[in-house]
């Protein structure tokens, strides 16, 4: 079945330190990789998206990229502010082929952010 | 912004209770989903709904639970016997489609104390 690890946690940095937030999966067919975020006392929230390999998904200074060859979709930011401490989930989505999901997303367990000022 | 409500935002019960946890998908979104997070573990998918019926389940989700869609803007989940293993975080989540490029927006979860 489909599965996602990601780096245990919790991490701490400093603001303007580079972050990076390890995930690899195992899968088969055509998976959608995601990372949702889940800021204190909030629903998770979609912070950026790849639907095939070699693929970055971006927003709000986070980048990842689905990496086939080593089933990976590592989170990166240069610079984390105090606003980005969190929870960070990995997850994937399995694919049929012609392009429809499976629907229900797999989770890695969460990785809590704590930035300080 | 649209986005997915849940209420109550914290359930407390005696074991063997029922409950209802409700969900407010986002109003034009075919696809619904409840996931649940048991403290420390992971997210956990439980079911998935559409067009009135269960597409697709996890093997969590046995004959204690059930779902539903009552009128056009609830979706409910009810446990019938609850049991001290089912306190956990219930996210409730919805999708316009099941495309690779749709989204599962997330509600801000209900957490459920059996006790």
């Known amino acids: 079945g489909n599965s996602v690890t990601q780096m245990e946690g919790p991490v701490t940095l400093s603001e303007e330190a580079f972050l990076t937030i390890n995930c690899t999966y195992t899968?088969?067919?055509?998976?959608?990789l995601f990372w949702y975020v889940q800021y204190p006392g909030e629903g998770l929230q979609l912070l950026l998206k790849?639907?095939?390999?070699?693929d970055k998904g971006s927003n709000k200074g986070f980048e990842a990229t689905y990496r086939k060859e080593t089933t990976s979709f590592h989170l990166e930011k240069g610079s984390v502010q105090v606003s980005d401490s969190a929870v960070y989930f990995c997850?994937?989505?399995?694919?049929?082929?012609?392009?429809?999901?499976?629907?229900?997303?797999?989770f890695g367990q969460g990785t809590i952010l704590t930035v300080h000022p | 912004e649209p986005e997915v409500t849940q209420t109550p935002s914290h359930q407390v019960t005696q074991m063997g209770q029922e409950v209802i946890l409700r969900c407010v998908p986002i109003?034009?979104?075919?696809?619904f989903y409840w996931y649940r997070q048991i403290l420390g573990q992971k997210v956990e998918f439980l079911v998935s709904?559409?067009?009135?019926?269960?597409?697709?389940k996890s093997e969590i989700f046995d004959d204690q639970f059930s779902v539903e869609r009552p009128d056009g803007s609830n979706f409910t989940l009810k446990i019938r016997s609850t049991k001290l293993e089912d306190s956990a975080m219930y996210f409730c989540?919805?999708?316009?489609?099941?495309?690779?490029?749709?989204?599962?927006?997330f509600g801000p979860g209900t957490r459920l104390t059996v006790l």
């Open positions: 997850a994937l989505r399995g694919g049929r082929a012609g392009g429809t999901s499976y629907g229900k997303l797999t």
């Open positions: 709904f559409y067009n009135n019926e269960i597409s697709e």
């Open positions: 899968a088969t067919g055509y998976p959608s």
């Open positions: 109003s034009n979104h075919l696809y």
């Open positions: 790849a639907t095939k390999a070699d």
């Open positions: 989540a919805s999708s316009f489609g099941r495309a690779m490029a749709d989204t599962q927006y």
